[in-house]
């Protein structure tokens, strides 16, 4: 793995929300840095995962609040930048998938139409390129037909090719860092091996870095190179996907425990004992070396 | 305890008729759990919607209990026999109704007396307890509304629950509690199980035996001792396991 600076770094990210018993923090102080890697973000509901992946992008809408240390993209701060900055970074240079396509493509617009909007506010370029370069990409997230999608409606196509076809869009500017929000949790199991796979590529072959937030523990450990564990807003342990069977932080391992497996059945399933020290005890991390740096025995294969 | 035999299940009419299942047919016996996977659009939950009568278009021969159900409206004691839970329970509570109304009105449908003493004892046997019976769902968890929804299910006292992905809308340390919830009540009250999952591990969990269903049709039926096994006969059933198994490396994997 090169060890050049990290493509995003965030320093004690805090986003809250004013209500009327006071403010509630949904991130609490949330430090990482991103490499070219697959980071895994995992937790349950309301843990503030998808908060840390939407305030990057500044997506918290007031009287939400977002604060930090800092927050830099290629060694440049992103954090309180103007808006007209912000939407240039957000789709040009980080991208984020959401959850659910049926959502976040345009129904009243063509599939074509969505992606060659979205390439040409960020490149510049003329319509017929721009139309070249949307059926490249249907191409490449494995669209069979992209003619016949180009012209089709989101309600005319599948949730796996709603998916895809939001990848591709997001990826036509060609950004250095993809946020995906459970990208593959609407997804059955078969379309969601696709998915993944394509995301695996862009990862490898453009050296994209690449924020993966998911509850699929399983999923996690076997797609991702590092895993932020998050609970109550905070990170309470980080550690090699590889290693995440090891984990030590009782939350992490009362959530392994909790899911159901087929090769290892039991009567009852352990029920994970919630404790209030996990709010604020202090975060785990792999004993060796910084907390924050991917362990070289992680890298990619392909030398990224 | 229920029969299933050449269940068809169709939407719309010729020419636009979508034939979500097709010759499905399986039995259960009384006390068993058994499962139903498969993708979604594999007409899994059609199953479950047809034998409850939330779909009328439907043929073959749907047996509950010896009784050979019609099409059209299901009686008294259909419901008496059989109860189903919902996947989403943020959807399946009346956002205006507490727990004790919505109990209270189901038992008092299902004719039952004493109905302050049964609330109180369905909101312990899905382990509420009292704090929770005036509560409206907005301040419910999740895994809280699911209780009351399986609460609602038990009100009727009933034989037969039909589960239709009751934990997939819960976070997987909820799902064990629901899970297990679920296993002490069927040994508590002798019930018998039908659900439906696209998690070939919950069902693994949960079931005796269990039926894959692909496009509409069972492709295979078998014992989950052979499932885990790797005993099945069907391919689509090995690739569901690969599949559930989770993410296998691009290196690994077939090239595109």
């Known amino acids: 793995m090169t060890q050049d600076a990290p493509l995003l770094s965030v320093r004690d990210l805090r986003v809250s929300f004013p209500t009327r018993q006071g403010s509630f923090q949904a991130v609490r102080g949330v430090s990482f840095d991103l490499g070219r890697e697959r980071l895994g973000v995992v937790g349950e509901s309301g843990s503030g995962k998808s908060m840390t992946g939407r305030a990057i992008l500044g997506l918290i809408r007031p009287p939400g609040r977002i604060e930090a240390a800092s927050m830099t993209l290629e060694g440049r701060s992103i954090l309180d930048l103007p808006e007209r900055q912000m939407r240039k970074i957000r789709g040009g240079r980080i991208s984020m998938v959401m959850q659910d396509p049926k959502f976040s493509l345009n129904p009243v617009m063509t599939v074509g139409r969505q992606i060659i909007e979205a390439y040409r506010l960020h490149a510049a370029a003329p319509r017929d390129q721009a139309r070249r370069k949307a ?19 989101p309600h005319e196509v599948s949730g796996g090719m709603g998916q895809r076809i939001m990848i591709a869009m997001m990826l036509a500017p060609g950004p250095q860092i993809l946020i995906a929000d459970e990208p593959t949790s609407a997804l059955d199991v078969s379309v969601r091996t696709e998915v993944l796979h394509i995301m695996d590529r862009l990862v490898r072959d453009r050296g994209m870095g690449l924020i993966f937030i998911s509850h699929d523990l399983n999923l996690v450990a076997q797609f991702c190179d590092r895993v932020l564990i998050m609970y109550a807003g905070r990170i309470v342990e980080t550690l090699p996907a590889r290693d995440l069977h090891q984990a030590r932080h009782p939350y992490t391992r009362g959530l392994l425990n909790s899911l159901p497996r087929l090769d290892a059945p039991v009567s009852r399933l352990p029920v994970l004992a919630r404790q209030d020290s996990w709010r604020d005890d202090d975060t785990l991390s792999p004993s060796d070396g910084d907390p924050l740096s991917p362990r070289a025995d992680t890298a990619l294969p392909g030398g990224l | ?106 038992l008092r449908l299902q004719g039952m007396d004493r ?71 069927r040994a508590e009250h002798k019930l018998t199980y039908l659900m439906v999952s696209h998690d070939l591990s919950v069902i693994g969990h949960m079931c005796d035996r269990l039926a894959v269903m692909q496009q509409g049709r069972i492709v295979e039926i ?35």
């Open chain 2, 222 to 256: 078998l014992p989950v001792a052979d499932l885990r096994a790797g005993r099945s006969t069907a391919p689509y059933t090995a690739q569901l396991m690969a599949a559930s198994e989770g993410y296998r490396a691009l290196e690994a994997a077939p090239a595109p």
């Open chain 1, 135 to 153: 059926l490249e990409m249907l191409e490449a997230v494995q669209i069979r037909d992209p003619e016949r999608v180009m012209d089709a409606y």
């Open chain 2, 1 to 106: 305890m229920l029969s299933v035999s050449d269940l068809n299940v169709w939407f719309g009419q010729i020419p636009d008729r979508v034939d979500a299942v097709r010759g499905a047919g399986f039995q259960v016996a009384p006390g068993e759990s058994f499962g139903l996977v498969g993708e979604s659009g594999s007409g899994k939950s059609t199953v479950l919607r047809a034998i409850a009568g939330l779909i009328p278009t439907w043929s073959g021969s749907i047996r509950v209990d010896g009784a050979d159900l019609r099409e059209g409206r299901r009686d008294r004691a259909f419901f008496k026999t059989v109860q189903m839970v919902f996947q989403d329970p943020y959807a399946s509570l009346h956002p205006r109704h507490s727990v004790d109304a919505v109990l209270a009105e189901t």
């Open chain 2, 115 to 185: 109905i302050d003493q049964r609330i109180v004892r369905l909101l312990d046997d899905v382990g509420l307890g009292q704090s929770f019976r005036f509560r409206y769902p907005h301040q419910l968890s999740g895994g809280q509304r699911q209780r009351v929804a399986i609460a609602r299910a038990l009100a009727a006292e009933p034989r037969l629950l039909l589960l239709d992905e009751p934990t997939s809308a819960l976070d997987v340390s909820v799902q064990a509690e629901i899970l297990n919830l679920l296993a002490d009540l």
